[in-house]
């Protein structure tokens, strides 16, 4: 199983600021297979982006994911009020699914 | 809009079988695949399993003993059966899309406590 581990835990930011999240695996990911959500409180996780790079239907130019083998990460640029959140990090490998434990975006 | 909607109690005795429901709208059950998922603060987010509609099923090694998830086309709903719940399985307990290899549409989740 690949295990994720993301990086930091928390990351205290202003807006307006560029975040810069990380997400290791601990095996190669073949085909870059790796996707990212953010979860806000009492809400269900939203696809960010998948396929290490591609972002979901909606989701704005300001979020970018880039990586590949056993190293990925999620860029915000511009953090706007609505990104202050937890994310999270997603692997497929042999029709086998985990999640990283999440980097939460805090307010500084 | 695909949306979904999970259902089921919100209670759960341990040794008891935990069972719940997804209702989904906006697409039909007969195609991608579907997907349970669950959340607590020991472990995250974790993966259960998931089913489609030809049958093609995959489970969490971890909880693949105890658990089924099926198809019912008439209600265009799917479903999660996890036996022989114990504490660790407390958890908000989502239903999700799969689309290849990720998750694009979620439910909003629903919570599940095992308690006497």
Partial sequence: ??????SPGTLSMSPGERATLSCRASQR?????LAWYQQKTGQAPRLLIYGASSRATGIPDRFS??????????????????????YYCQQYDRSLLTFGRGTKVEIK | ???????GPGLVKPSETLSLSCTLSGASITTSYW???RQSPGKGLEWIGYNSYSGTTNYNP???SRVTISIDTSKNQFSLNLTS???????MYYCARVVLTHFDYWGQGTLVTVSS
């Fill in chain 1, 1 to 6: 199983e690949i295990v994720l581990t993301q």
């Fill in chain 2, 35 to 37: 997907s349970w998922i």
């Fill in chain 1, 29 to 33: 990911i073949s085909n870059n297979y």
């Fill in chain 2, 1 to 7: 809009q695909v949306q979904l909607q999970e259902s």
């Fill in chain 2, 62 to 64: 971890s909880l693949k």
């Fill in chain 1, 65 to 86: 994911g880039s990586g590949s083998g056993t190293d990925f990460t999620l860029t915000i640029d511009r953090l706007e009020p609505e990104d202050f959140a937890v």
């Fill in chain 2, 85 to 91: 719940v114990t504490a660790a399985d407390t958890a």
